[in-house]
T-cell receptor, first 116, second 110 residues
Framework: GAVVSQHPSWVICKSGTSVKIECRSLDFQATTMFWYRQFPKQSLMLMATSNEGSKATYEQGVEKDKFLINHASLTLSTLTVTSAHPEDSSFYIC????????????FGPGTRLTVT | GDSVTQMEGPVTLSEEAFLTINCTYTATGYPSLFWYVQYPGEGLQLLLKATKADDKGSNKGFEATYRKETTSFHLEKGSVQVSDSAVYFCALGGSYIPTFGRGTSLIVHP
């Protein structure tokens, strides 16, 4: 089946620094990828839709200047958490689906971010 | 808008017990329905899916039937194992952006 990878799987950073998380589709091309945030024991919160070759679409309440998304190619999207704060600590998950209508999503293994 | 409602957890069972996790949905049109499983510390994995009414998705002993008349997609397994302990998410994907339920935690004791 389709495989989506994320890197790194976990990262610890200091307040005020920036962290980049990569999401790759390994065996298919994805014009659209999704970025989610998951708090402990809660469901996934959609943060943004990453579109290859154009600007990301952010959900209401998500700061676009803080969570920078770049979809540089059909197999790679990156999420950069800028000027990280402890409240940004969370589990970040990306997903992608083959084609432009993502009725079926394949998820990355997630990235655990801890900001100290 | 589209929404998914799952039963509250955690669901706690003994090994070999029968499992049902309820899921109902609200959607326009005819969405595809999915169950995802998330093991501790991991991302989501697609467990099974159904793309139209009366379809039955199945995988690893889990089953769910797409019931249009009751707008439900309940997850069942006849005999759970300790290794099934995880969080299960019901989701619908008929629109561009998938919609997830809140997740139901399953704990299986030996």
């Amino acid at each position: 089946g389709a495989v989506v990878s994320q890197h790194p799987s976990w990262v610890i950073c200091k307040s005020g620094t920036s962290v980049k998380i990569e999401c790759r589709s390994l065996d298919f091309q994805a014009t659209t990828m999704f970025w989610y945030r998951q708090f402990p024991k809660q469901s996934l919160m959609l943060m943004a839709t990453s579109n290859e070759g154009s600007k990301a679409t952010y959900e209401q309440g998500v700061e676009k200047d803080k969570f920078l998304i770049n979809h540089a190619s059909l197999t790679l999207s990156t999420l950069t958490v800028t000027s990280a704060h402890p409240e940004d600590s969370s589990f970040y998950i990306c997903s992608a689906g083959p084609g432009t209508a993502s009725y079926e999503q394949y998820f990355g293994p997630g990235t655990r971010l801890t900001v100290t | 808008g589209d929404s998914v409602t799952q039963m509250e957890g955690p669901v706690t069972l003994s090994e070999e017990a029968f499992l049902t996790i309820n899921c109902t949905y609200t959607a326009t049109g005819y969405p595809s329905l999915f169950w995802y499983v998330q093991y501790p510390g991991e991302g989501l994995q697609l467990l099974l899916k159904a793309t139209k009414a009366d379809d039955k998705g199945s995988n690893k002993g889990f089953e769910a039937t797409y019931r249009k008349e009751t707008t439900s997609f309940h997850l069942e397994k006849g005999s759970v194992q300790v290794s099934d302990s995880a969080v299960y998410f019901c989701a619908l994907g008929g629109s561009y952006i998938p919609t997830f339920g809140r997740g139901t935690s399953l704990i299986v004791h030996p």
